[in-house]
């Protein structure tokens, strides 16, 4: 049965200190996604990637997050230095492209999530 | 920027009751139309996903309808169950989204015994 994983899947810190969240997509899926949950915004996307390179992270804080895929099989979002605000559940999610017609994944799978506070 | 919208925010119905959850959205322009469930504390299921080109999908007691023209879908319930408790979230793509989902903020259902 394959999922995608995401670790920790809770994390209490401390504002200024650094979190790395790690996700690992499902194998074979060529796109993912990192998607941030809170009451106020609901759901929002933070960064995207399809063949490990990053297509659109708009959606990121530029001087504080950053996200990477180092490999096919891991899928990273660090927040460095972090703040109160950014207390949420980060969602990590894969899905697969065929072709090179460069439209959506048919289905976005989701992880777990990791529920994040900064105190 | 694509803006979706779910009306209800939140209905409490008894067990055995048919309902109806709505889901529109600003840009017709899209690909996918994906319901998902979400229970508390837990991640995203994905329930039925409408490619632009259908009209409907159906899975079990579940029926997703789409109107693109008209921006708005439907996802219809049939005969409740306590089980079936939970939020229930639309999602749409498109180009200008890069294909990142637009997400309602959802619909939180209860289904009472």
């Known amino acids: 049965d394959a999922r995608v994983t995401q670790t920790p899947r809770h994390k209490v810190t401390e504002m200024g200190q650094e979190v790395t969240m790690r996700c690992q997509p499902i194998?074979?899926?060529?796109?993912v996604f990192w998607y941030r949950q809170t009451m106020m915004q609901g759901l929002e996307l933070l960064a995207y990637?399809?063949?490990?390179?990053?297509?659109?992270d708009s959606g990121m804080p530029k001087d504080r997050f950053s996200a990477e895929m180092p490999d096919a099989t891991l899928a990273t979002l660090k927040i460095q230095p972090s703040e109160p605000r950014d207390s949420a559940v980060y969602f990590c999610?894969?899905?697969?492209?065929?072709?090179?017609?460069?439209?959506?994944?048919?289905?976005?799978?989701f992880g777990p999530g990791t529920r994040l506070l900064v105190l | 920027k694509q803006e979706v919208t779910q009306i209800p925010a939140a209905l409490s119905v008894p067990e055995g009751e048919n309902l109806v959850l709505n889901c529109s959205f600003t840009d017709s322009a899209i690909y996918n139309l994906q319901w998902f469930r979400q229970d508390p504390g837990k991640g995203l299921t994905s329930l039925l996903l409408i490619q632009s080109s259908q009209r409907e999908q159906t899975s079990g007691r579940l029926n997703a309808s789409l109107d693109k023209s008209s921006g708005r879908s439907t996802l219809y319930i049939a005969a409740s169950q306590p089980g079936d408790s939970a939020t229930y979230l639309c999602?749409?793509?498109?180009?200008?989204?890069?294909?990142?989902?637009?997400f309602g903020k959802g619909t939180s259902l209860l289904v009472t015994p």
């Open positions: 194998l074979g899926h060529n796109t």
């Open positions: 999602a749409v793509d498109d180009l200008y989204s890069g294909y990142a989902l637009n």
């Open positions: 990637f399809r063949n490990r390179a990053p297509l659109d």
């Open positions: 999610a894969s899905g697969l492209v065929f072709g090179t017609s460069g439209g959506p994944p048919e289905t976005q799978y």
